[in-house]
């Protein structure tokens, strides 16, 4: 499991501490470097009196990050960049690329241990489609990293979990290659076995001639598995 404790806060420029929930997230990040739980429970109430405190969801999603609950972190995180991505122009300074950027990688790293734990049954199923699902969701993955370091190219969570997931990804690739050669030639091999049992069947007197015929066509179906199996890099389409 990847794990990503990020120290940064998100911080939130406050116009007066009047505003609904600014006050419970001041509260929030004031005691979240000394206690996680009672920082969560603040920036819960932050949210309910204003749920589009982007910094706030932020918060909340570095905290199960570090709690180790991804599917939380990915809810709050998500919920952030939207927050983010649908601001206004003018406010889209510095700041908001840091925290922006920050939901991103968490994001990112929440999808990276979800699909670290569907691993497994990626590898117990042991075909092609399975394991192109897992590619989807890393590519989804890096995405998610792309778009963070965009926004921050010095954001060092982001650099790290590149370099943790680019290798997975591809191996995963070459896995799904390797799988589909093997599912393609056992095809091609079970069609031959076919032809053969059908030949053999359709024999109605097992004279000389049937036998001949019958021999004819089981080197005929080996050959055909064979060729196919040794061409079947010319033969399958280029892996995404």
């Not at 819960?44 to 918060?59: C, W, Y």
């Not at 926004?151 to 969570?157: A, I, M, Q």
């Not at 024999?203 to 080197?219: F, L, M, N, P, Q």
Request: proline share 2%.
């Amino acid at each position: 499991m990847i794990r990503f404790f990020i120290l940064a806060i998100a911080t939130l420029i406050l116009v007066g501490c009047d505003q609904p929930g600014h006050k419970e997230f001041k509260m929030g990040v004031d005691t979240m470097n000394t206690d996680a739980d009672a920082a969560e429970g603040f920036f819960k109430q932050a949210i309910e009196k204003d749920s589009n405190i982007a910094e706030a969801h932020l918060n909340l999603g570095l905290i199960y990050l570090n709690k180790e609950w991804a599917e939380g972190t990915l809810i709050e995180s998500r919920k952030a960049i939207k927050i983010y991505e649908q601001s206004k122009p003018e406010i889209r300074n510095n700041l908001w690329k840091t925290n922006n950027s920050i939901a991103h990688v968490n994001t990112a790293s929440a999808l990276t241990v979800l699909a670290g734990e569907r691993a497994e049954k990626w590898d117990e199923s042991a075909n092609s489609d399975s394991l192109k699902a897992g590619i989807v969701m890393y590519d989804t993955v890096l995405s998610y990293i792309a778009r963070a370091l965009e926004l921050d190219p010095s954001n060092v969570g982001g650099q790290v979990l590149l370099k943790r997931v680019n290798p997975i990804y591809a191996e995963l690739k070459v896995q799904v290659v390797e799988l589909m050669k093997v599912e393609y030639a056992q095809k091609q091999m079970a069609a031959a076995i076919k032809r053969f049992t059908d030949a053999a069947d359709s024999a109605a007197v097992k004279d000389a001639a049937a036998i001949k015929r019958i021999a004819d066509a089981t080197d005929s179906a080996l050959t055909a598995a064979g060729w196919n199996l040794n061409r079947s890099n010319d033969s399958l389409p280029e892996s995404q």
